[in-house]
């Protein structure tokens, strides 16, 4: 299902690959443009402000130890359960690869999500697409400000590209997402986002850190364009971090410091060609080192026992009308067909 020469890391890596993750380490704030594809809830009082979402979010943030976490996400997988059926379970044959390399290291490859025509189709339509803008507008990626690092679809864009919908909801994907959670998946955020070339620091989400979402989640990863070596923009994922405890305020992490706790073996990139997919517990801790060379466009997907409460849901139409899990989709899809 995987294979772990993709993302091996040692000192022996290429030079380009090493200089590019101690870059992750500098202050400097970049221009960040257009990255919520989904927008932020209002989590202090104030306009749009939600009391009882505020506290699940800063609840679950507070619980910083992994074993209090594991056994508050058993107790809500439970009732997810008593809801709504399971769609696999840990002891199913065909996820034990999958499930054994998340369980160990927090990261697993998996076989690629699309087929080569469907991915042609797929990058075709993002190229022709304009992005995010400040503000709620769109914008042309050659008409974006000079010195932006990342650029967003919108939401309806994302749902509106062919195959992907599809293929997010596949039932080897579900299923997987399913077993780790212990209940069947929320899709609680989708996105796709470019990354450019020019950067001179990182910005906060490609400098190394955890993801802070729910009790439990995955997320899932596609590379849209080819990321075979350092200077393409790696996903670097620390093995063995997802089973640490947290900090109680969200933090960067310097490489070094990752090195001397880890091991500089467990600092492990994924290089591969486009279509190239992995899934990962991204509550341990994780960079996108910004390509240096080439764009690099990546798809995301997260599967949650609960939805993000930092999120504010606004679900869009579906306009491939696609007969996907009205359950799982609800936070992205305003209708589905099951």
């Not at 999500?113 to 075709?124: H, K, P």
């Not at 990139?269 to 996108?288: E, N, V």
């Amino acid at each position: 299902m995987g294979t772990t020469e993709r993302f091996a890391v040692d000192q022996n890596s290429p030079i380009k690959l090493r200089t590019a993750i101690v870059r992750l380490s500098a202050p400097v704030r970049d221009l960040f443009f257009g990255v919520a594809m989904i927008p932020y809830a209002q989590l202090r009082f104030g306009r749009g402000f939600v009391p009882g979402h505020a506290a699940a979010y800063f609840v679950q943030r507070c619980v910083t130890h992994p074993t209090v976490r594991r056994c508050v996400a058993n107790v809500l997988a439970a009732g997810v359960r008593s809801r709504h059926a399971t769609l696999a379970t840990r002891r199913e044959p065909d996820l034990q690869d999958a499930l054994g390399g998340l369980e160990r290291d927090g990261i697993a490859m998996l076989p690629n999500l699309f087929s080569t025509s469907e991915l042609a189709d797929v990058v075709g339509f993002f190229l022709n697409q304009p992005v995010a803008a400040p503000g709620g507008g769109c914008v042309a990626r050659d008409g974006l400000p000079a010195g932006a690092t990342m650029a967003a679809y919108h939401l309806a864009t994302v749902v509106a590209c062919p195959w992907l919908m599809t293929a997010i909801n596949r039932a080897g994907i579900l299923r997987l997402a399913s077993a780790f959670l212990g209940c069947k998946p929320t899709l609680c955020s989708v996105g796709v986002r470019w990354s450019f070339p020019g950067s001179k620091a990182p910005d906060a989400t490609q400098a190394f850190h955890r993801d802070p979402d729910d009790w439990r989640f995955l997320k899932l990863f596609v590379y849209l364009t080819d990321v075979v070596d350092g200077e393409s923009g790696p996903h670097i994922f620390v093995a063995g971090s997802h089973n640490t405890r947290r900090a109680l305020r969200a933090k960067t992490y310097a490489q070094e410091q990752l090195e001397a706790r880890f091991g500089k073996q467990n600092m492990r990139a994924i290089l591969g060609a486009r279509g190239t997919t992995f899934i990962a517990d991204t509550s341990g801790i994780h960079a996108g080192i910004p390509p240096q060379r080439a764009p690099r466009l990546i798809l995301q997907a997260q599967y949650s026992i609960l939805p993000n409460f930092a999120l504010h849901y606004r679900p869009v139409a579906d306009p491939g009308h696609h007969c996907l899990d009205s359950y799982v989709n609800r936070l992205i899809l305003a209708s589905t067909g099951s």
